[in-house]
C-alpha cells in the first residue's frame, strides 16, 4: 500500500528558507514521478513541481520557479521541496503526491496518492 | 496560461444526481482527472483519463469530456459525497499542470 508522509513545515519569517520531505513507501520510489501540490487556507489546489520518474526532468509552476527546487534521494525513498525566497503567499499546505502509473508521460499524469500534508506559515 | 472554470458551488439533494463542470478551450482533446476532497482530509482521485475509476471509487462517479466542457456526474448521491471537487490537466504551451478553481458540493 502507498504511503506519502510529508514533513518540514513549520512557522518562518518571509525571506526564509525551508526544507520539506516526503517519506515514500509501497512501491518503487524510483519508477514513478512525484509532485508537491499546495493549498492556501480556504483556497483551492495549486500544483507546484513534478520530478520525473527518472529524476533527469524537473517542472515548476511559475509562482515558485527560481525560489523552489524539487529533488528526491531514491536510497532513502524520500522527496524533497527546497524553498528559498518565501513569501507570506506561500503559506499552505504542502502535499506530495504519486503519479499514477510508472514512468512518465506529460499529458496524461495525475495524481493517484495523495499524503496527508505538512504545514508551512510564513509570517513575521 | 490554459485556464480550467468550475462553478463555485452545486446543491443536490440525496439520490438525485449532481454534474460538475470543468471548462476550458478545447478541454475535449485534453485527459481531464478529477479530485475529491473531504473537509479536513487530503484530495482522492476519483477519476482519471476522463472516465476511469479508480479501484474502491462507486460505480456511482463517472465522466465525460468534449468540445469545451468535461463533466463529473455522481448519480444516486448520498451525504458522504458531500466535499470540494477539483478538476485537473497538463497545459502543454505552458508544461505545467493546472486545476480547477474547485466546486463545492453540498448534499441538502
Known amino acids: 500500500e502507498t504511503q506519502l508522509l510529508e514533513s518540514g513545515g513549520g512557522l518562518v519569517q518571509p525571506g526564509g528558507s525551508l526544507r520539506l520531505s516526503c517519506a515514500a513507501s509501497g512501491f518503487i520510489f524510483r519508477n514513478f514521478a512525484m509532485t508537491w501540490v499546495r493549498q492556501a487556507p480556504g483556497k483551492g489546489l495549486e500544483w507546484l513541481s513534478t520530478l520525473s520518474d527518472t529524476g533527469s526532468s524537473t517542472y515548476y509552476a511559475d509562482s515558485v520557479k527560481g525560489r523552489f527546487t524539487i529533488s528526491r534521494d531514491i536510497l532513502t525513498n524520500t522527496l524533497f521541496l527546497e524553498m528559498k525566497s518565501l513569501r507570506v503567499d506561500d503559506t499552505a499546505l504542502y502535499y506530495c503526491?504519486?503519479?499514477?502509473?510508472?514512468?512518465?508521460?506529460?499529458?496524461?499524469?495525475?495524481?493517484?496518492?495523495w499524503g496527508q500534508g505538512t504545514l508551512v506559515t510564513v509570517s513575521s | 496560461s490554459y485556464v480550467l472554470t468550475q462553478s463555485p458551488s452545486v446543491s443536490v439533494t440525496p439520490g438525485m444526481t449532481a454534474s460538475i463542470t470543468c471548462g476550458a478551450d478545447?478541454?475535449?482533446?485534453?485527459?481531464v482527472h478529477w479530485y475529491q476532497q473531504k473537509a479536513g482530509q487530503a484530495p482522492l482521485l476519483v477519476l482519471f483519463y476522463d472516465t476511469d475509476r479508480p479501484s474502491g471509487i462507486p460505480e456511482r462517479f463517472s465522466g465525460s469530456n468534449s468540445g469545451n466542457t468535461a463533466t463529473l456526474t455522481i448519480s444516486r448521491v448520498v451525504a458522504g459525497d458531500e466535499a470540494d471537487y477539483y478538476c485537473q490537466v497538463w497545459d502543454s504551451s505552458s508544461g505545467q499542470w493546472m486545476f480547477g478553481g474547485g466546486t463545492k458540493l453540498t448534499v441538502l
Open positions: 503526491a504519486k503519479a499514477g502509473g510508472e514512468g512518465f508521460s506529460d499529458g496524461f499524469m495525475y495524481f493517484a496518492s
Open positions: 478545447n478541454i475535449g482533446r485534453k485527459a
